[in-house]
Each structure stands twice: as C-alpha cells, then as structure tokens.
C-alpha cells in the first residue's frame, strides 16, 4: 500500500482566513484565560511586525498596536478536519484523520496506491491535490510513504517527498530528529538527554531498555513507522452538510454576505464531490441578533453539485429576500442529498462555446423569474387547439404525440385576424368540431396559410364559411 499524508501547519488560522474580508492585514488567534491571553497563530503580515504565536497579547500590541483577532476555536479546527477529510474521499475510499500521537492530528491521511491508476501517476495527482487545496483555501505539505505513520512524519519534515519503498524510508526515518517524530510529550526531551538525537538512534538501541525507560508505547511507535500493521479509523462522510460562519461585524447589505456566500456554496460543492452525491435542496439561514433568522431556501430541478451553480443560485434567491436586521452569522445546512447523475453528452458536443447547459440554464430561469415562471408541457385529450396542451411542473418527462396533421410550434394566447395581402392556401380545410360538453363548443375549417413575406401560418374560419376572414391561430417554425 501506499499512503500521501496531507499536512496542515495552520489549519485553525486558514479557517478564519478564508472567510476573513480583509486577510492579507496583520491577525491572530488569541487563546488562554482573560488574565494572561496569548496567541494562538499568527498571519504572514502580523509575523513581518513581529508577532508569533506564544507571545503574550500585550506584548503584541507593544510591538504593533493595531492588528485583527480571533478566538482560536479547538470545535471549529475539528470542523475543518471532517471537512477535508470529506473532501479528500473523493480521491481515495480509505481516508483518516490521523491521530498517531493520541489526539486527532491536523493532518489528513489516504491511501492512494489504487488512486493512481484513476488519476495518474503520483506527481499528476499530486498537482491535483495541491490546486484543490490551494483553491479551498488551505495552506498544506504532503508526503508519501508505504505507511500513513510515517508519511505523517515526512510531511512534518520535507514538503513534497515521496518514498516508495521500504529500504528508502528506512533511511529518511533514520535521519529524522526525534524532536519531528511524533513522539509522546516528554519523550523526546528526555532522549535528547540522553544524547539520542535521531531515529536510527533509537532503531539501533536495545528494545528492552527503551521499553523499561519509556513503556512499550515508544516500542511501538517505532515498529508502526517501520511498517508494522496498524488500525486505522477510516473516515466516512456524514449524510448531511452544516457550516456555520461568524461575521466580524454586522452586515446590513444582501451584497456583502455574497463573499461568505461564494466561500459556503464552494465548500458544499467540495462536499458533495468528495461523497460523490448531488444535492436538491438547501437553506441558506442569515443570523440576527434580536430577529429570528431569515431563510434563503434553494431548492433544484434535479441533483446538482457544481459550486459556481449552486452559488448563482443561492445569490439570486438572496438578492429576492427582504433581509429586516443586520446579518451576524450564516449557517448553510443541507440534508437532501440524493445521488448525482451526470447530465449526458454527446463525444463531439456541437454547442457553441459560449452556450448554457439546459440543466443550468433552466435552473437559472427559476431562480430569477420564480418557480412558477418556468414549466413544462404536456398534452391533453382534446381536438381544440387552446385546451390540447397543459403545463407540469419541471422537469417535464411527457413526450408529446406527433399530431398526424401539421401544427405550429407556436399558438397565440387568443386568435386575432391574419391581415395582410398576398395570402396563399397550401393545405385545408381541416375541421374541427369539439367542446360541446362544457360549453366552449368550436366548429372550425383549419388552413395552412403562405403570406408574402414566406412566413407560414395556422388558420381558421367558421366551419362551412369561405367567406368569412381568417382568423390567426399560430405560427409554425
């Protein structure tokens, strides 16, 4: 087997970053009691003022008076853990949060052996990996060993190592600083101690006198980052999606919230992909803090998962709600989440290049006319043309019977005179006699109609009348 660890060094901080208006100005997570606050992490910019994380809030304002701050949230980091544990089972069935130290780790582990050969060779997917990361929005290292322990300690060490074989890793471990190898806490300081600095170190040490001095826990470690078999908790994603993003400040304008908005239908769609699922139905809650929250319900035709749609969709359902108080939060919280089916495409698609899916041009309609501004069509059993069709609501499965007489496409709402000269007869009459049960009783002799400028038209008179002036029902394509 072969495992790629996903490292990443400022998990708590990329999830207040990526959501944060301005997030290349100085920020830090603040962390401790209210008597001795000091900071969690800290960003690029508030790093080059001299921030660090470990420094003592008033310390930081001494060297740099105005930066940002955030509470660092241990509920919020387990969060971003399960959402990219999410994201990273699209690529591969065996996914874990690893834990090797005890605690859950902010480091993502799968097993891509069998991935491969769906995505490419290591470096390709690689690629994929990193651009999917970058995009979301989360700064990473990874590292590929014959174990998810030890990829987990390269990736703490070198960025972008990929060691395949047992007889190489065996030598990078052996280089590696016991202070990088995850061991328990205390443990590395009292083997530095002891003079043990390295890894090999410590293979190459009796088994039995490092069991006495630090129990077998140590022992085993050591065997598992060897390649000794080791169980893992494999991830499996939920059946629902709930995230919850805190405003800085009190948002009174539907086209601020757009930004966090953007950020949740993207996090959704990554979602989604990684369960390989769709989604038909979500709500979009605006939090207020003396108003009861406001729903935006999206609801869709037919499963859906691309974020740039579900985006378009939920921005057009916003721009339609009346928000009545300052917005301080948004939750987004979707539980319908049926299985995905990929639209059909023809291998040589003969759209235009700047042409719109149906899907998505359907789904558009209905979110900026209305749900009721967009139907379908289907016939019913009866000869006058006005009551031969009905609308259903979307998506409209009916296919419509080929009448065995020519009819247009397009029927006016009500008949109006053909006026005009040059009119030429090409078929009819056809009759038509019906209604008589409910009162609309018709009688009618049915004409194709020519008029001098080529177009063709639908046509009737009084059943019997040929003198009487045409009367314009529809137009045929």
């Excluded at 086209?255 to 709500?283: E, H, I, K, S």
């Excluded at 400028?453 to 046509?459: E, I, L, Y």
């Amino acid at each position: 087997m072969l495992w790629a660890c996903l490292h990443l060094p400022q998990l708590a901080l990329d999830g207040v970053l990526r959501r944060h208006p301005a997030p290349e100005a100085p920020l830090a997570l603040v962390t401790g009691p209210a008597q001795k606050r000091v900071l969690a992490a800290v960003n690029a910019a508030a790093a080059r003022a001299g921030l660090r994380a470990g420094q003592s809030l008033a310390a930081a304002h001494a060297l740099l008076a105005d930066f940002a701050t955030a509470e660092y949230d241990g509920a919020e980091v387990a969060r971003w853990r399960e959402f990219l544990a999410a994201w990273a089972y699209r690529y591969s069935s065996q996914v874990a949060i690893a834990a090797f130290n005890g605690t859950p780790d902010d480091a993502i582990v799968l097993e891509i052996q069998a991935s491969l050969r769906l995505f490419g060779p290591w470096p390709v997917f690689e690629r994929r990996l990193r651009a999917d990361l970058a995009a979301l929005g989360f700064g990473h290292r990874i590292a590929v060993a014959p174990n998810p322990r030890a990829a987990r300690v390269l990736a703490g060490m070198h960025d972008g190592l990929a060691i395949v074989h047992e007889a190489t890793l065996r030598t990078a471990l052996a280089r590696t600083p016991v202070a990088r190898a995850l061991l328990a806490p205390g443990q590395a300081e009292a083997l530095h101690a002891m003079g043990l600095r390295r890894l090999g170190q410590l293979f190459d040490a009796p088994r039995d006198a490092l069991g006495k001095r630090f129990g077998p826990g140590l022992l085993q470690h050591l065997d598992r980052l060897r390649g000794a078999p080791e169980a893992i908790v494999a991830y499996a994603p939920p059946d629902r999606f709930d995230l919850r993003i805190e405003l800085a400040y009190d948002i009174e304008s539907s086209q601020a919230l757009l930004f966090p908005l953007r950020r949740m239908t993207a996090d959704l769609g990554a979602y989604l992909a990684g369960r390989d699922g769709g989604v038909q139905r979500f709500v979009v809650r605006l939090e207020h803090e003396h108003h009861a929250d406001t729903e935006v319900v999206v609801g869709l035709l037919a499963a859906e998962r691309d974020p740039a749609l579900l985006f378009e969709l939920s921005r057009s359902r916003l721009e339609q709600t009346q928000v009545p108080a300052p917005v301080r939060g948004m939750r987004l919280l979707a539980e319908e989440l049926p299985p995905f089916v990929p639209a059909g495409r023809e291998l040589f698609d003969e759209r235009p290049a700047q042409s719109v899916p149906w899907d998505t041009l359907r789904e558009r309609l209905r979110a900026r006319l209305g749900e009721g501004a967009v139907h379908g069509l289907a016939d019913r059993d009866d000869h006058r043309p006005e009551q031969a069709w009905r609308r259903v609501p979307m998506p409209a499965a009916t296919r419509l019977p080929v009448p065995a007489a020519p009819r247009p496409t397009w029927l006016l709402p009500q008949p109006i005179p053909l006026r005009g000269y040059g009119l030429q007869l090409l078929a009819g009459p056809e009759r038509i006699e019906s209604g008589w049960w409910d009162g609309g009783d018709v009688r009618r002799d049915y004409y194709l109609v020519q008029t001098r400028d080529g177009q063709r038209a639908w046509a009737f008179r009084p059943a019997g009348n040929t003198d009487a002036p045409l009367m314009l029902q529809g137009w045929f394509a």
